[in-house]
């Protein structure tokens, strides 16, 4: 059950009648199309023929349908207790299912036994991590290739870097390698990317971070590379301790929340230095390499622009902060003031680098570098689950995308990421029963894909009126994360 979410009277067989099916793989609009949908699945996709006499008849002339979304970056099952507002704000917003991004021993325990919440109309998780590799349990290569050891033992689908170090993360990923287990994530500050993707690295998230990516493609890469100090960790325990785990969990989290408010001024001359000496042709280069390798790339441009922006009104004054639980408004309240106090340098320095990111993002998509869209909703500051894809589409369409590689990045590509392809993220018969009803043609205008008539998750449909109800209870009783 859920406190948000009523459970759908439109179930088992379904028909969503005449509508056009959008096909993200090839970009085909197929209009005059009748979706049969039962026990979860859609079981055909034929053209409107006479009357259908169905129990469940949903309406499509005029309108379009796509799969349902996927946020191949979310940490929402870092409060599995309380998922259910952040749940109900992604089912409203049509987003089906998720990687998670940081997990323990714990939550793969508990999805081995099948113990998981699932409030009424959950997503699905797609994949999830174990604990993040940081000085707690990879802060030698010995120790990085214990840890990866252990998360393939406890059942991991994939290992993300989190805080770590050039040695402990080829360590980590030669192991990974070995093991046949994926590793992705943050780049260490000392480490080429292009090294990281020539060792196999699965997924590079947010563009590095920092200005790693970037020194690659300065025509002064050494020189930048040089002020790219790594950053002070916090002082994290390196001993094992019950309840190590939630203490570093506490020590991190306020640099989790926008690790830009750490930044140093040394930090800030090496995003001035990257970014005045950007060279296209090395960014292109770099991109062929990450093409060569299968790097993939998970932008999550809307998290980046949050940290670097802030103390912006855009966020601190978010009409839609009427959706988060109190706490998460303390917290990022207090980190906007923070964000504030930084030398008025250090910021236009986080300003002006949106541009270079914005330049980065469009450089890879025009070399076909491989691309999942992402938000790093749950524990980020000014992310607002669920909307925060839509804000994403948004950013995405800022640096160049056009409406149909917007829409790959979020149905048929994490298939392809996930190693799933043709498992889900298409309109076709044998597909999960997971859809999004639009108002508007989404490969016109990328806009198009919050304009949702309907969601239908694993067979059942809430219409318009019903995802706004869920909207007005979670605003009246606010509890995402």
Known sequence: MSRYVEPSGVTGRVVIRDVTVVDPLDGRRTPGQDVVVDGGRITSVTATGGPVAEPHVVEGRGRFVVPGFMDMHMHALNT????????????????????????????LKSRRQGTLPQPTGSPVLKATAGDLLTPLNASTADGAVRAVREQHRDGADFVKAGMTTRV??????????RLGIRLGGHLPA??????????????????????????????????VRASNATRKLPPIPRI?????????????????TNPATAT??????????ADGSYDQRKAEELAAVFVAHGTWQCPTLIRVHTQQFGDSPEHTQDPRRRYMAPDELR????????????????????????????RMTRTFADA??????????????????????????????????????????????PARFLGEEGEFGRVAAGMPADLVLLDEDPLDDHTALRKIAGVMRDGSWWTRSDLDAILARVAAHPGAH
């Open 331 to 358: 917290t990022w309240d207090k980190s906007s003031r923070k964000f504030s106090r930084l030398p008025e340098g250090t910021r236009e320095a986080l300003h002006d680098h949106w541009a270079a990111q914005l």
């Open 264 to 273: 140093s001024e040394l930090e800030a001359h090496a995003y001035n230095l």
């Open 80 to 107: 599995p207790k309380d998922v259910d507002g952040t749940y109900a704000l992604m089912l409203a917003n049509g987003v089906v299912g998720f990687r998670q991004m940081s997990g323990n021993k714990a939550l």
């Open 240 to 256: 094992k301790i019950p309840g190590a785990d939630r203490l570093a969990t506490r020590l991190i989290k306020g640099m989790v």
């Open 168 to 177: 402990t993360f080829l360590a980590a990923l030669q192991e990974a390698n």
């Open 190 to 223: 000392d480490l080429d990317p292009r090294e990281a993707a020539r060792g196999g690295v699965w997924s590079i998230e947010h563009l590095g971070p920092g200005v790693t990516v970037f020194a690659a493609v300065s025509s002064k890469e050494d020189e």
């Open 368 to 413: 076909g570098v491989p691309m999942v869209a992402g938000t790093d909703a749950c524990g980020a500051a000014g992310i607002i689950p669920g909307f925060a894809l839509h804000d994403e589409f948004d950013h995405l369409a800022e640096a160049g995308l056009d409406p149909l590689a917007i829409l790959r990045m979020t149905t048929t590509e």
